[in-house]
């Protein structure tokens, strides 16, 4: 699992470009980090401050340019605005293992985009990062990201007991993977 941290892999689908989030973003990532629903399943509060996405992206150059992961801003190709973000994080290369997250605003939701833009960004970490196993972990109430993940092949392994402390309380999250070896990148 290995890339070079000073080429950002830009990956572009039918519809969308997935590339690097840059600070002129901010506004863009503030809007949807900022909408209580969008982040009602995100384990954190929504955004209050412009600021808050700034140092957002800051965190996101940070996981690239020390080789923990990559975190591409979802865009439609006629339209250069961030709508939401996909990212392996928590890279473990001995181990050849990642996690996977995914965002988007609610104005998106509904129309295959995240699901194209996850395609593309586990196409990527299968075929270029030689990762053999991407853990997604959803909360149970999730169900739309559990569904969409079991439809790019992800199995359901188990519950994580009290894996995350957020807002005072302790939450169970669903552990989903992917083997490389599961992966039909022709679908």
Same mark, same amino acid.
């Given at each position: 699992? @290995?890339?070079?941290?000073? %080429?950002?892999?830009?990956?572009?689908?039918?519809?969308?470009?997935? +590339?690097?989030?840059?600070?002129?973003?901010? &506004?863009?990532?503030?809007?949807?980090?900022?909408?209580?629903?969008?982040?009602?399943?995100?384990?954190?509060?929504?955004?209050?401050?412009?600021? *808050?996405? %700034?140092?957002?992206?800051?965190?996101? /150059?940070?996981?690239? @340019? /020390?080789? +923990?992961?990559?975190?591409?801003?979802?865009?439609?190709?006629?339209? @250069?605005?961030?709508?939401?973000?996909?990212?392996? &994080?928590?890279?473990?290369?001995? &181990?050849?293992?990642?996690? %996977?997250?995914?965002?988007? =605003?609610?104005?998106?939701?509904? +129309?295959? %985009?995240?699901?194209? $833009?996850?395609?593309?960004?586990?196409?990527?970490?299968?075929?270029?990062? !030689?990762? !053999?196993?991407?853990? $997604?972990?959803?909360?149970?109430?999730?169900?739309?990201?559990?569904? #969409?993940?079991?439809?790019?092949?992800?199995?359901?392994?188990?519950? #994580? +007991?009290?894996? /995350?402390?957020?807002?005072?309380?302790?939450?169970?999250?669903?552990?989903? =993977? #992917?083997?490389?070896?599961?992966?039909?990148?022709? *679908?």
């Amino acid at each position: 699992m @290995n890339y070079q941290s000073d %080429i950002f892999p830009v990956l572009e689908t039918n519809r969308l470009l997935l +590339r690097r989030i840059e600070k002129d973003d901010a &506004h863009d990532i503030f809007t949807y980090l900022s909408d209580i629903e969008v982040m009602k399943h995100y384990g954190t509060k929504p955004f209050q401050t412009v600021d *808050e996405a %700034i140092k957002a992206i800051s965190k996101y /150059e940070s996981l690239f @340019n /020390e080789n +923990r992961g990559v975190r591409w801003g979802i865009t439609i190709k006629e339209d @250069n605005k961030v709508i939401g973000s996909c990212a392996f &994080h928590n890279m473990v290369s001995e &181990h050849f293992r990642t996690d %996977i997250s995914f965002v988007l =605003s609610k104005d998106f939701w509904g +129309r295959g %985009i995240a699901q194209e $833009a996850l395609k593309a960004v586990i196409k990527y970490g299968f075929e270029y990062l !030689n990762i !053999n196993r991407i853990e $997604a972990v959803i909360e149970p109430s999730n169900v739309p990201s559990q569904k #969409l993940v079991e439809r790019l092949g992800f199995s359901k392994e188990g519950v #994580l +007991r009290s894996y /995350e402390y957020f807002d005072g309380k302790f939450d169970d999250l669903y552990m989903f =993977s #992917l083997l490389k070896s599961d992966f039909d990148s022709d *679908e």
